[in-house]
């Protein structure tokens, strides 16, 4: 008779009440509710897959949320979830007002930190490690980081900081792609039980007190335990950072990761655990393509229109095969970006600088310095994460780079931490920079030739997730800094001033309310002609954006009115002060306010002098 072990799992303490021999089998349960569960609602699949064994095992081990667990990045944390008191609602995952898909302070206590983005969870464990320690807990705050994530720089500022505390913090790698496979076996599996273990913990801390007191000695035993660990492991560069390095171990192998990580549960001081896992582990299409099953809308996809990514690809392929000197960058984001195909057949012009995005920058500032032509392909909510270098290392020095800002605006299910409706906002003060809105294919192409032969700037083409409209609303030349009149009202009522794809929404709602239209193209430069005669010709203006509001596109044009000393009113559409959760683009912007029945109601109050 078959006994559904997962139907008992309601929180980690359930979890523990089960025999080390049954866990195997909850694995499998697990791992086939996972495939179902993002079958239906899409989401993060391979990742996912990878870490059931080793979720099982802390959980097992350790007591959350006592124990701090810290995932990075967080996208794989459905079995945590799974495990924490989700179950139920696990239905709802990335769906509107339903469980995140990353974890979330305010969703569980067992959540402890936000990581949608990655390579921040060393650093946010040693904080929690370190007032553990100040408040005399035994519980260890424990970092879980994927060798992708592990590619950042704040991950090794973590690690620089961590190995010189005193602090009882772990730091788990989980490694799916490194060439160490090899290492994995019963030899490595013995040493990492015994260097984990008790007995060599206190002979190693006893030898340090006996051979204290005579430092050349205690030198030489350091370098020689040092060379005899760098022979069969390859952990000598976290023991420099001052971490015990212990793996590289199985991550699938459930008995051993308990026995490990019980081990080290009694050990003091910064310890690091290496394992190999593999993403999709024990579904055969996952672990054979991890790529496609990375983020997957679900398993049987069904032919779309081409989508904005799409058109950006086809454009590169364009332009390389014109220009050699082209070269395009991408902080691990190559297939997301539409950089695949180009990563293939130009190779030699391709980089992906890992999950490094100020890297990126810097990296392509040097690129054109030498006289080649960079191409930066980053998501919205990625590009923030290089804002120090797109000032300090780009536009302070007048680099020419083209933005390819793929996902602005609101992305759907992958919530607050992927948004990326504050982009106009950081970038529109930024001296020496362009920032482009396309509303279709046309215009998209027209923009990136624009940029590419633009020099002494920062060029950004910014564009939103989805498919291209299929109106062709704008076929007249891009030219810098003019807008286009996409219709013209019979009455000098309502003028509208649209900042992007927002334009294709719209379009039908201004004709049926005769407003006049105008797609606006450039955030900077403004179009200054367009908006003074406008502004001195009709009753209200309205500006929008898919962006936040505050500092948006709309706010260059209530500054330019407030130089010129017009006086109109002027109603500003967009995205409040707040940080939109996770959903469908549409129920996000009805929530918001920025489907077409909301807009046209804020409209009509604001023209009748209502407070909206």
């Known amino acids: 008779m078959n006994i559904n072990l997962l139907d008992k799992i309601n929180s980690p303490d359930d979890l523990k009440k089960l025999k080390k021999s049954e866990i195997p089998i909850l694995a499998d349960e697990i791992r086939n509710f996972l495939i179902r569960l993002v079958h239906k609602n899409g989401g993060h699949l391979a990742s996912n897959l990878g870490v059931v064994e080793l979720t099982l095992a802390l959980h097992f081990v350790f007591n959350s949320p006592e124990d701090k667990f810290v995932w990075d990045?967080?996208?794989?944390?459905?079995?945590?979830?799974?495990?924490?008191?989700?179950?139920?609602?696990?239905?709802?995952?990335?769906?509107?007002?339903?469980?995140?898909?990353?974890?979330?302070?305010?969703?569980?206590?067992?959540?402890?930190?936000?990581?949608?983005?990655?390579?921040?969870?060393?650093?946010?464990?040693?904080?929690?490690?370190?007032?553990?320690?100040?408040?005399?807990?035994?519980?260890?705050?424990i970092a879980i980081i994927g060798d992708g994530a592990m590619t950042a720089g704040m991950a090794f500022e973590g690690l620089n900081n961590a190995g010189n505390s005193k602090s009882n913090i772990l730091v788990i790698l989980n490694d799916n792609d490194m060439s160490i496979s090899n290492n994995v076996g019963a030899l490595n599996n013995y040493l990492t039980r015994l260097l984990s273990g008790k007995v060599y913990s206190e002979l190693k801390s006893t030898g340090k007190k006996i051979l204290g007191g005579m430092p050349s000695i205690l030198k030489l035993a350091r370098k020689t335990e040092e060379h005899v660990k760098g022979m069969i492991t390859p952990g000598t560069l976290f023991e420099e950072f001052g971490f015990n390095y212990l793996g590289p171990i199985d991550g699938h192998n459930i008995n051993l990761l308990i026995d490990t990580l019980k081990n080290i549960k009694n050990l003091n001081g910064p310890q690091f655990l290496h394992i190999v896992t593999k993403k999709g582990f024990g579904y055969k299409p996952a672990e054979k393509d991890p790529n496609k099953f990375h983020g997957i809308s679900n398993l049987e996809t069904t032919k779309k229109n081409k989508t904005f990514t799409e058109s950006f690809e086809d454009w590169i392929l364009k332009t390389a095969a014109k220009d050699k000197k082209l070269c395009a960058i991408t902080p691990a984001m190559s297939d997301g970006s539409g950089l695949s195909k180009f990563s293939k057949k130009y190779s030699n012009q391709f980089y992906d600088v890992g999950i490094a995005e100020q890297h990126a920058v810097t990296f392509a500032c040097g690129l054109s310095l030498a006289g080649l032509k960079p191409v930066v392909a980053i998501y919205s909510t990625f590009l923030q994460r290089a804002y120090d270098q797109v000032i300090h290392d780009a536009a302070i020095q007048k680099i020419s780079i083209v933005f390819a800002v793929d996902r602005a605006g609101i992305v759907g299910a992958d919530g607050s931490t992927h948004t990326g409706n504050f982009d106009i906002s950081f970038i529109r003060c930024i001296p020496n920079t362009i920032i482009m809105c396309p509303i279709n294919e046309f215009e998209m192409h027209q923009m990136l030739d624009l940029a590419y032969s633009?020099?002494?700037?920062?060029?950004?083409?910014?564009?939103?997730?989805?498919?291209?409209?299929?109106?062709?609303?704008?076929?007249t030349k891009v030219l810098l800094g003019k807008s286009q009149l996409i219709f013209k009202s019979k009455k000098q009522e309502v003028a509208i001033f649209a900042f992007g794809n927002i334009a294709n929404q719209i379009y039908e709602l201004c004709k049926l309310e005769n407003f006049t239209l105008i797609n606006m193209r450039f955030v900077k430069p403004i179009d200054v002609n367009t908006v003074i005669n406008t502004a001195k010709k009709f009753k209200i203006l309205v500006t929008i954006e898919d962006n936040a509001i505050s500092g948006g596109a709309g706010s260059s044009v209530n500054e330019l009115l407030a130089q010129k000393k017009i006086i109109k009113p002027i109603l500003n559409i967009g995205y409040g002060d707040f940080f939109p959760e996770h959903g469908s683009q549409d129920e996000i912007n009805q929530t918001y306010g920025l489907d077409n029945d909301s807009i046209i109601s804020k409209i009509k109050n604001f023209l009748t002098k209502k407070i909206v």
Do not use: W
């Open 454 to 475: 633009t020099n002494g700037l920062l060029s950004f083409v910014r564009y939103p997730r989805g498919s291209l409209p299929i109106n062709k609303l704008s076929n």
């Open 73 to 141: 990045v967080g996208h794989q944390t459905y079995t945590h979830k799974l495990l924490t008191g989700r179950k139920k609602e696990l239905h709802t995952l990335r769906q509107f007002k339903g469980i995140s898909g990353f974890p979330k302070i305010s969703e569980s206590i067992h959540d402890v930190f936000g990581t949608g983005h990655s390579s921040t969870s060393i650093s946010a464990a040693l904080g929690m490690s370190e007032a553990m320690r100040k408040n005399k807990s035994k519980n260890k705050a």
